[in-house]
């Protein structure tokens, strides 16, 4: 009875409506069973003339009679009970079979619905599931999902819209605030020197939330899914530009570099300038998130059914439940992990999103050995022998 209540809808609907026909046919078994137990059966009996018999023949004859009436009594009611038992037996799997069967056929809309609401996600909120057919309870309920996607599409939207926005106006103020630090710096006369080393830091504050700032724009951008410049790009290619940009980075804090395993062979359909700047944050973050000679592995490799971005480096035995949490944006592992303040908290979550906007995904993994692997999986477009020129 657990399993039955614990069970799918349809295993309910099967057990309800294979009970109401086994009913039926319980009580259609019962009524004639009922009805013939009032029938008389007569059986013809070949006897004398009642002239010729005594009276002690005649009762003799009667008994005679009596008894083989009981007998036949008997025998139809042994095959009544038969028939009966053997009806109930297939009314039970018609039943069964005919109550699933009408399950299945009523609970088809609701698993249509299912499935199409199970494909529709934040990044394809536009899709609704349109189910026809008459004004009746599952419309109903399709429309109501239908509107409820709708006004969650309005809201993504509106934040997306406002993230851009806001981020857009606030670079006018920036720029007008260093404009103001370098017309105060290039005064003739003599600066205090306490003026010099505080426009550095305000300049140190603004650059960095300048790159704040122009991380929103693409995280919004991306999360939009405007990908206008798409085009097939070397995956290795673009790793090695990002890393070779890097080198000053990498040579200040005396890191090893293994880039062995990067190919200019992986190729990857998207846009030019967000996979540029998926590959520039992951390797930062290797950067920025190491110690002083530590390492860095990098692999641009594909198995012909996806591409593969791999970036290793060592450190100490970080827990994978934070590490998981690192695509969303703002989070990061603490001071423990950084050894600085630097850093945004967005690097992953954008890699994240662009990766999501191209079909592909990211997976941060805590090495068991300590330190941190990230894999950012896009869609191949070919494994190519020789790069074209």
Do not use: C
């Amino acid at each position: 009875m657990r399993k039955l209540r614990d069970g799918t809808v349809r295993l309910r609907f099967t057990a309800l409506y294979g009970a109401l026909f086994l009913l039926s046919g319980i009580g259609l078994l019962a009524i004639t069973n009922l009805v013939s137990l009032g029938t008389r059966v007569t059986s013809p009996v070949g006897t004398a003339p009642v002239e010729r018999l005594t009276p002690g023949a005649a009762q003799e004859l009667i008994a005679r009679l009596q008894s083989q009436l009981s007998e036949v009594q008997a025998l139809q009611s042994r095959q009544l009970l038969i028939g009966s038992a053997v009806a109930l037996a297939v009314m039970a799997v018609v039943s069964i079979v005919l109550g699933r069967m009408v399950a299945g056929r009523v609970l088809r809309p609701l698993r249509t619905i299912t499935a199409a609401t199970r494909r529709i996600s934040a990044d394809n909120l536009h899709e609704r599931l349109a189910v026809p057919g008459p004004a009746d309870e599952v419309k109903d309920l399709a429309d109501t999902i239908d509107d409820l996607l709708e006004r969650l599409e309005g809201s993504f939207d509106a934040q997306r819209r406002f993230v851009a926005n806001a981020s857009h106006e606030l670079r006018t103020p920036l720029a007008t605030m260093r404009a103001s630090l370098d017309v105060a710096l290039a005064k003739p006369e003599p600066v205090p020197a306490q003026t010099v080393v505080l426009s550095e830091r305000l300049r140190t504050e603004l650059d960095r939330v300048d790159r704040l700032l122009e991380g929103f724009l693409v995280l919004a951008r991306t999360q939009h899914g405007a990908l206008a410049d798409r085009a097939e790009v070397s995956l290795g290619r673009t790793v090695s530009a990002a890393l070779a940009a890097r080198a000053a980075g990498i040579t200040a804090r005396n890191l090893t570099v293994h880039d062995g395993d990067v190919h200019d062979s992986v190729w990857t359909w998207g846009s030019r300038t967000l996979l540029s700047r998926l590959a520039e944050n992951v390797i930062d973050n290797a950067i920025t998130h190491n110690h002083d000679g530590g390492w860095i592995r990098l692999s641009a490799t594909s198995d012909g059914a996806t591409a593969l971005l791999v970036v290793e480096t060592g450190g100490p035995v970080l827990d994978q439940e934070q590490v998981a949490r690192l695509a969303q944006p703002f989070e990061r592992l603490g001071t423990d992990r950084t050894g600085s303040g630097d850093g945004s908290g967005l690097g992953l979550s954008i890699v994240a999103a662009i990766a999501t906007a191209h079909g592909g995904g990211l997976e941060p993994r805590a090495r068991p050995d300590g330190g941190l692997r990230v894999t950012v999986s896009l869609p191949p477009t070919s494994v190519r022998a020789e790069a074209p020129a």
